[in-house]
């Protein structure tokens, strides 16, 4: 399998599989409170475990497959290299953080208290809050790249920095539609990006 495949299967399957788990699986509401969650994340913990390891796994599929465009535009040297360079840098911390939350929602699938599970999800959720504002830069600076680039098609570009930039709206404001909107365009930029990517000749 060649590495333009692997990559594109990577941000193909891992939006499929982390949608999977996020909206089928998984049963806590990301706008209750941290106890809420918790709560309903104890309640069924098998399921609750399912649903997180393909959520945050399906999202790693996709920070890998974008940690490897973005290497490889950031070691091509072309006009976007500077921001693909930054892109790069930025997504191994989100893979940090990603893995993080993981083991703490893992935790509270296990924790032996009320509290303690409240715990472990507010600490989850305070770095979500900051996973998004990174994660939105991450898609901007990566976006701007491929445009700078014209390594793929400009129509996906344009949805990675409007998903990017609606991200980072979304953290900055009590807005949960922008925040939603950006996920959505999040998800039709990791598909578009993966298809382009296994397409590409160059």
Known sequence: MGSKTQTGLLLMLGTIVS????????????TESAAEQAKKIMANPDI??????LGYGGMAAVFIGLF???RGMAAAGGKGSSYANIAFVLTVTLLTGLMISAGLELGTTEATSAAAGATLMGISIALGSSFQIVFGLTLVLLGIGIVLDK??????????????????????VEADVLGFAGWIGFVLASLALGVLTIRSKS
Do not use: E, F, Q, R
């Open 19 to 30: 949608a999977i788990g996020w909206i089928g699986l998984y049963p806590a509401d990301g």
């Open 48 to 53: 609750s475990k399912i649903g997180i390891l």
């Open 68 to 70: 490897n465009i973005a």
């Open 151 to 172: 390594n793929l098609h400009i129509v996906a570009a344009a949805i990675t920095i409007i998903a990017g930039g609606l991200l980072l709206i979304g953290s900055c």
